[in-house]
């Protein structure tokens, strides 16, 4: 098996899916409004069990190139969303995927903490050096979660997707591992060093590096 940690930050924390989260994937993939900007239609109940299963059976991968986490609140085992990283086949690239924070999702606002723990991951442990997302062009809240995730603009792709019946064009940003790690804070810090989760505060533990190089 191939599991993520836990990784825990400042709003929220991100952990694999279980099989007890069904209820709350099944509400995001079958919502007519959180499903209106992602790259996939909308689906059907039976759909996003199907969907779900699949995910479920990521960590029996190997090599394992799709991580889909479970968002929850500090201190709390509740999904409230979800967050992903597609690893790509070649280079030591990834895409952030995902990123849909349920209505009433106590952690609203802080949607790019939980890109960045993935960030931090994945330029870690993963060794991956870019990473990159995007959004729909006609999507512009996104900006400023993409800019607060510590991701960079880079170009607009011309109809990239297709759903709800239209091509959509995306807007897409990027990090890489040196610039991204040198305004890492000194959580995020800790888990580009593969530091283990302190058992006393669900976060990770790791030396004093000093003050942190840059704020979200």
């Not at 990473?131 to 979660?145: F, K, L, N, Q, S």
């Not at 297709?162 to 940003?173: A, E, L, R």
């Amino acid at each position: 098996m191939n599991r993520l940690p836990e990784l825990h930050g400042e709003h929220l924390w991100l952990r694999e899916l279980r099989v007890t989260d069904l209820a709350p994937f099944e509400r995001i993939q079958t919502h007519r409004l959180l499903t209106r900007y992602l790259g996939v239609d909308r689906m059907d109940a039976r759909q996003a069990q199907d969907a779900f299963a699949q995910h479920l059976a990521q960590p029996y991968t190997h090599p394992r190139r799709k991580h889909t986490m479970a968002v929850c609140p500090p201190g709390q085992d509740t999904m409230v969303g979800t967050m992903g990283l597609l690893i790509e086949e070649y280079g030591r690239n990834a895409m952030l995927t995902s990123l849909v924070l349920l209505p009433d999702a106590p952690v609203s606002g802080h949607g790019h903490e939980a890109g960045r723990l993935l960030m931090a991951y994945g330029f870690g442990p993963l060794g991956l050096h870019r990473i990159w997302a995007g959004h729909r062009a006609d999507h512009t809240r996104m900006e400023h979660v993409m800019l607060a995730a510590g991701l960079h603009p880079e170009a607009t792709l011309r109809q990239l997707f297709h759903t709800q019946g239209h091509w959509h064009d995306v807007t897409t940003y990027a990090a890489l591992a040196p610039e991204w790690a040198a305004q890492a804070t000194c959580a995020e810090r800790a888990i580009l060093q593969g530091a283990p989760p302190d058992s006393r505060t669900g976060t990770a533990s790791a030396p004093v590096l000093g003050e942190r190089a840059g704020a979200r």
